[in-house]
């Protein structure tokens, strides 16, 4: 029989943290881990918001809200981490356990690739500002600078979102119309396409689409799945590029379909690992990184090729 010593040594030497919560979400109890170096005095009696991530207010995303009646264990995948929340008679129990841990190295490709498709989508904006200024009416000219001004806002929400990495929960997701993101997208995969010679074709649902996510992480998906098109479709003539959305059933789904030169089904396999690339200078960052972003978002993400003809990359969301 375990007595309540061994009970305690247990609880404090499980390499989980372990967050006891009460009813209002203030923290009763806690193990040596989940102190993070903190003193307890700084921890207990504290709302878990403001120990855990760091914030003001209650976080919008907390799956206690909707649950807290009747019985509860809810289970949650991030980056990186996964917990889990346990109504008890007190309260509810937190366990958060680390599932995978990157090191510095991939942290810091992650970054940089995240912030080079950026800095790309700005620079093409620029370049097209710079050679046809003089051709430029002042409407447009005001609609590139308003282009750049949102990418250098999608840079700074993006380094504020780095020091969030390490939080439960991740980020707070919010409901967004999916469209708006997807014409400023298709805007940027118009103007990049132009320039290359490339045919750029769209056919998405006109209505309302509300998505329950970060519109940032969608925008992002989208420019990895652009680039990876383009590079594709260096050495072919039928240069084309599709981006598709529609419903099926209670999800969306979007397609995006190139006709370049495809890949076998050894690389389609390995397409979404960390550091795997077909790219003579690839990365093999892009399509990990958004997957784990869409995965997180509660959708999934899978690929479709022919080796020499054509590729096409699969994201099903849940809408609303």
Known sequence: ???????????????????????????????????MGKDPKEVIGKPCWEIIREKKEKCQDCPLYEKEKGE?????????????FKKISSGF????????????????????????????SMKVSLQVFSDFYSRISEEK?????????????????????????????????????LNAIVMEFIKRA???????????????IPEKIIVHGNPDWIFSTLLVLLENSIDA????????????????????????????KGIN???MERAFELFFSTKERGEGVGLYQAKKMVETMGGRMWIESEEGSWTEIFIELPEG
Request: proline share 1%; glycine share 4%; aromatic share 12%.
């Open 265 to 267: 089904k050894e690389e």
């Open 233 to 260: 479709l260096k050495e072919k003539e039928k240069r084309m590029i599709e981006l598709k959305i529609k419903r099926e059933k209670n999800n969306l789904l979007i397609s995006f379909f190139d006709s370049g």
């Open 72 to 84: 509860l264990f809810f289970n949650h995948k991030g980056i990186g981490y996964e917990s889990f």
């Open 1 to 35: 029989m375990i007595l309540n010593e061994e009970w305690k040594e247990i609880f404090e030497n499980l390499p989980e943290r372990i967050y006891i919560l009460e009813k209002n979400l203030n923290i009763k109890k806690v193990n040596s881990i989940a102190l």
């Open 141 to 177: 000219k005001i609609e590139y600078i308003s282009r750049l001004l949102e990418d250098v806002r999608r840079l700074e929400r993006f380094l504020g979102h780095l020091k969030e990495l390490s939080y439960i929960g991740e980020y707070d997701f919010l409901d967004f119309e």
């Open 93 to 120: 129990l937190l366990i958060v356990r680390e599932i995978e841990k990157e090191s510095i190295e991939n942290l810091i490709l992650m970054i940089r690739h995240s912030l080079g498709n950026a800095l790309n």
């Open 190 to 204: 118009q103007q990049r396409c132009f320039l290359l010679g490339i045919d750029f074709v769209y056919d998405i």
